[in-house]
């Protein structure tokens, strides 16, 4: 009997850690490529064009995290900074907002991120609970270590009151953009 429990507890153990996403879990993938891309400008995820204003284009992008409302990377002529945008929930029930929230950050929280040239950074942020008389609560992620290119990224997830209920936006840009 000994022996059965001290050979189940790994694949127990494993099975409970995967389908808790620690290891890996959608969003972290999505997000993952997204940052790869990031130093081109996100020009290898970029899907047709949605508008075109100024110098300012927007395009849906070619990768979005399940369920998602909509994806769209912005470019910018002129030396401006370009970014990738997800809306991942719009809800009347802010409740369920929230529940979201917390579930997308446990997802991104110390996730390890592998950019482009196998170069591995942990994605750190503070936790930051939602109240719903507040109209948005952010979480700025950086990259850890923050070195080269990667230290200008700026990760956000939002939570904002938004006309008919709330929203839940992550988003991936240079921190010179200013938040949506």
Not at 76 to 90: F, H, I, K, N
Not at 130 to 138: G, L, Q, R, V, Y
Not at 141 to 153: A, R
């Amino acid at each position: 009997m000994r022996s059965v429990v001290l050979t189940l507890t790994p694949v127990l153990l494993s099975a409970t850690l995967s389908a808790q996403g620690v290891f890996s879990n959608k969003t972290q993938v999505i997000l993952e490529k997204v940052i790869q891309d990031y130093p081109n400008h996100f020009y290898n995820i970029k899907g047709d064009l949605i508008s075109q204003a100024f110098q300012t284009s927007r395009y849906k992008s070619t990768l979005q995290l399940p369920g998602a409302e909509s994806t769209v990377i912005t470019v910018s002529a002129g030396g401006r900074p370009s970014g990738w945008s997800c809306t991942v929930l719009e809800t009347r029930n802010f409740a369920e907002a929230r529940e979201r929230f917390a579930t997308i950050y446990g997802q991104l929280s110390n996730s390890i991120i592998t950019a482009g040239g196998q170069k591995t950074y942990i994605l750190s942020g503070q936790y930051e609970a939602p109240a719903e008389d507040h109209k948005s609560t952010c979480i700025v992620f950086s990259l850890l270590p923050g070195v080269g290119d990667m230290k200008k990224l700026r990760v956000a997830l939002t939570l904002h009151q938004v006309q008919n209920g709330w929203e839940i936006e992550l988003s991936v840009e240079d921190s010179a953009t200013p938040s949506t």
